[in-house]
């Protein structure tokens, strides 16, 4: 029998990549998506034919229970949240609302409505925050220190509640940074890879960065959904963390990207503390050793890899745009 998905999230750069591979594994999708008064289809937009839009909102609980009850879906993946760190910051309220409270309306939604659904929750390294050992583990306290982080670390715990008193099959992932041509170009990783296209093609002379010693765990988004995916074929819920397993600083990130258009990051970065985090997670890197024993999971970019793929699409973006 076809299996149903519901993906929270759709529109973003996960829920666009796990809608492709759930396709491609033969299942009838569901997106949940926000009306929005110009089209936020953009990710989606070369397989909308593929997928079932269904209009909802996290901060609506009867649109929530109107598309499980429309979609009877075997697995439900909540990809949407308020997801900017820096933003948590200015908007702290509507952080909670999307990132916590709705987590909330979706568990009530799914034990009301299709209790034997399985739950897909995207946890946050974020949870973390100052961590008191490296590499976390899912055993290393939560000790959160943004408002987004903080939210997350909610909507963590509420899904391990909702599984241990109501029985649902319900899981985290908690994710560490993950990358791809189609992540949101504030964040640090696609700045950078686009402001070296940009220099590359002569559209801009400089690259402004904060802090470039903060050390990071990025992986391939791909890479990131594929560990979604068989988390939930599991016999029983649990949560894994999903990362690289390795740490990268900026400015290895930086080199990397300007040398893979042959110029040096020294002649065109500039450092400018504006652009610092006011609450710089030290060495935040993730154990992968949980869910590389427990399923068939391992990242298959490197980090080189992503930085190759990305500098060599926002080129190419850059220069379809210009013609
Ligand atoms: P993203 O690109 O920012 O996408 C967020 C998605 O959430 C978008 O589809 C957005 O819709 C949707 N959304 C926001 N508020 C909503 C609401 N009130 N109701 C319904 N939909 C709403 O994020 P991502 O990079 O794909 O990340 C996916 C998930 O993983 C998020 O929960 C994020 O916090 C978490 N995470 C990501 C990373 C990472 O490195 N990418 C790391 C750790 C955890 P619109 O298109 O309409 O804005």
Not at 87 to 106: F, K
């Amino acid at each position: 029998m076809t299996k149903k998905a519901l993906i929270t999230g759709l529109t973003g750069q996960d829920g666009s990549y796990l809608a492709e591979l759930l396709v491609d594994q033969g299942y009838q999708v569901y997106g949940l998506v926000r009306r929005s008064s110009t089209s936020n289809l953009v990710r989606v937009s070369h397989f909308t034919d593929e997928i079932n839009i269904i209009s909802g909102d996290l901060l609506d609980q009867s649109s929530l229970m109107d598309a499980i009850a429309l979609s009877q879906p075997d697995e439900i993946y909540n990809l949407a949240s308020q997801s900017y760190v820096p933003l948590s910051w200015t908007q702290p309220s509507l952080t909670a609302e999307y990132t916590a409270i709705g987590v909330s309306r979706l568990l009530e939604s799914i034990r009301r409505i299709k209790p034997d659904a399985k739950f897909y929750q995207a946890s946050s390294s974020e949870v973390f925050g100052q961590p008191d050992e490296s590499p976390q583990t899912e055993k290393t306290a939560f000790r959160p220190r943004n408002p987004y982080g903080t939210a997350k670390a909610y909507a963590h715990w509420l899904t391990a509640n909702y599984r241990q008193y109501y029985n649902l099959y319900a899981c985290c992932g908690i994710t560490y940074t993950h990358e791809s041509p189609r992540r949101g170009t504030e964040f640090v990783f696609r700045k950078i890879t686009r402001g070296v296209a940009m220099i590359k093609l002569g559209l801009a002379d400089e690259l402004k960065l904060g802090n470039l010693d903060a050390h990071r765990d990025w992986c391939h988004a791909k890479d990131a959904v594929y560990a979604m995916w068989l988390i939930m074929q599991q016999e029983n819920p649990d949560d894994y963390i999903i990362g690289s397993g390795e740490t990268h600083s900026v400015r290895e990130l930086v080199d990397c990207a300007f040398k893979c258009v042959s110029l040096n990051y020294q002649d065109y970065v500039s450092v400018d503390p504006n652009f610092y985090r006011p609450d710089e997670s030290v060495q935040l890197v993730g154990s992968i050793n949980k869910i590389q024993t427990q399923t068939s999971w391992s990242p298959q970019y490197s980090f080189n890899n992503l930085v190759e793929v990305m500098v060599a699409h926002d080129l190419k973006e850059l220069m379809d745009n210009q013609l």
